[in-house]
C-alpha cells in the first residue's frame, strides 16, 4: 500500500488500495470533496490564519476569495479600532439612514462587510480570519493540510466512502458520526 500520499493522485491511489476496490474510482474525489467539508468546518488552526488589508471608502467591502471566518477585524488608525460585529439587523436598526463617520460595527453580509456608519474618509481595514482549505483536485495537486497531515486526508475520505457503501451492520457507526458532524457544525457556527 501506498504510504503518506503528498498529492491528489496518491491520495486516490492510497484510497483504492485502502478500500480494496476498483469500482470505486469515480467516487473516490467525491469521498475526499466531503472530507475537505468536514475539515473545513472543524479545523481551525494557526496553518489556517490570513491577515488581509484592504482600503476602503464606502459601506461594503468584499471579502477575500478564501475567506471561511472571521477571527477578527480593526481599523488600522492611531489608535486601531476594533470593530464589533453585530447581526445584519442591530446594523440596519444603529444606522437607518445616511450616517457617516469612522466605522464602529460591521455584520457580514453575504460575501461582504457592511460597516456603520458609513466611512467619512478613506480607512485601512484589517481583517484576521480562517482561509478555507484550499481544495484537492486536477489544478490543485497538494495543500497545506495534505502535506503536514496525511494520515488526516485518507482518514477522512475513507470514513466518507465507508458511509457510502451502506454497510447496514455499521449503521450505529455512521449515526454516531453524522451526530458528531452536526455537533461539530454548531460549534463552528458559534
Do not use: C
Request: aromatic fraction near 10%; charged fraction near 20%.
Amino acid at each position: 500500500m501506498a504510504s503518506d500520499p503528498q498529492t491528489w493522485t496518491e491520495l486516490k491511489t492510497s484510497m483504492a488500495e485502502w478500500l480494496n476496490r476498483s469500482d470505486l474510482t469515480a467516487k473516490i474525489p467525491e469521498f475526499i470533496a466531503f472530507a475537505e467539508r468536514k475539515f473545513n468546518r472543524t479545523l481551525l488552526v494557526p496553518d489556517r490564519e490570513e491577515t488581509s488589508t484592504a482600503s476602503t471608502s464606502g459601506s461594503r467591502l468584499a471579502l477575500p476569495t478564501d475567506f471561511w471566518r472571521m477571527r477578527s477585524i480593526y481599523l488600522d488608525s492611531d489608535p486601531k479600532a476594533v470593530l464589533q460585529e453585530v447581526s445584519p439587523m442591530v446594523l440596519r436598526r444603529a444606522y437607518p439612514d445616511a450616517a457617516t463617520g469612522q466605522p464602529v460595527s460591521f455584520s457580514i453580509n453575504g460575501r461582504e462587510l457592511v460597516f456603520g456608519p458609513s466611512p467619512d474618509t478613506t480607512y485601512t481595514v484589517v481583517l484576521e480570519y480562517y482561509q478555507t482549505i484550499p481544495a484537492l483536485g486536477a489544478s490543485q495537486a497538494t495543500n497545506w493540510l495534505l502535506t503536514d497531515h496525511p494520515d488526516l486526508y485518507l482518514y477522512g475520505s475513507l470514513l466518507q466512502a465507508e458511509a457510502y457503501l451502506f454497510n447496514d451492520d455499521r449503521l450505529a457507526v455512521w449515526k454516531t458520526a453524522h451526530d458528531e458532524v452536526m455537533a461539530e457544525i454548531m460549534m463552528a457556527g458559534n
